[in-house]
């Protein structure tokens, strides 16, 4: 079983949708990731999280420590959010992991006009 | 400017050739890693740098060699490709806190996609 789990694995929405995508993590972190990468493109850094909740226009992510879960949402979603996005933990606090992330299996969005 | 820069974006090579990754990035940060990305899309390390010396490193082949000339810069060489080996590649560098040795953030290159024929 992956240390990280994401659902679902594939997601399809309308346009104006709410959106979430759930993360499960099984190792102690010191950071959750939320990552997107659009087809054929790099993979950018959504959020960083080590707790409670951040907000960067339509997206929010939070984080609940004790359940080792963070979840992604997307508001009012648009066609240009399609893209996998990828929840990624950073294990431990400091010491031998330096930043190394574990990934989840990633989630497909595909939003339809 | 780009922040972590990788090169080439595409690299199509036989099998049994020898091919390098270059990574590049102008953040300022200690820590570089690889990435390797499967055909199911998905991400899992390979190596971590931290100023020039090796961190992590995940029980890869050891036909796949990085080199870390400097921290700015984390080369990635592969020798006797096999089709296996194809897949997408990502470097990333992160700041760590000195203190702590945690990471704060991830960039990513734009990936290089290698395929083995």
């Known amino acids: 079983k992956n240390e990280v789990e994401q659902s679902p694995q594939n997601l399809t929405a309308q346009e104006g949708e709410f959106i979430t995508i759930n993360c499960s993590y099984s190792?102690?972190?010191?950071?959750l990731h939320w990552l997107q990468q659009h087809p054929g493109g790099g993979i950018v850094s959504l959020f960083m999280?080590?707790?409670g909740k951040k907000k960067h226009g339509r997206l929010i992510a939070t984080i609940n420590i004790q359940e080792k879960h963070s979840s992604l949402h997307i508001t009012a979603s648009h066609p240009r959010d399609s893209a996998v996005y990828i929840c990624a933990a950073t294990p431990g606090a400091g010491g031998t992991s330096y930043g190394k992330l574990t990934f989840g299996q990633g989630t497909i969005l595909t939003v339809h006009p | 400017d780009t922040a972590v820069s990788q090169t080439p974006k595409y690299l199509v090579t036989q099998m049994g050739n020898d091919k390098s990754i270059k990574c590049e990035q102008n953040?300022?940060?200690?820590?570089m890693y690889w990435y390797k990305q499967d055909s199911k899309k998905f991400l899992k390390i390979m190596f971590s740098y931290n100023n020039k010396e090796l961190i992590i490193n995940e029980t890869v082949p050891n036909r796949f060699s990085p080199k870390s000339p400097d921290k700015a810069h984390l080369n990635l060489h592969i020798n006797s490709l096999e089709l296996g080996d194809s897949a997408v590649y990502f470097c990333?560098?992160?700041?760590?806190?000195?203190?702590?040795?945690?990471?704060?953030?991830?960039?990513f290159g734009q990936g290089t996609r290698l395929t083995v024929v």
């Open positions: 953040l300022g940060h200690d820590t």
């Open positions: 990333a560098s992160s700041p760590i806190y000195k203190r702590t040795g945690a990471a704060w953030g991830a960039f």
């Open positions: 999280l080590s707790s």
């Open positions: 190792v102690g972190i010191s950071a």
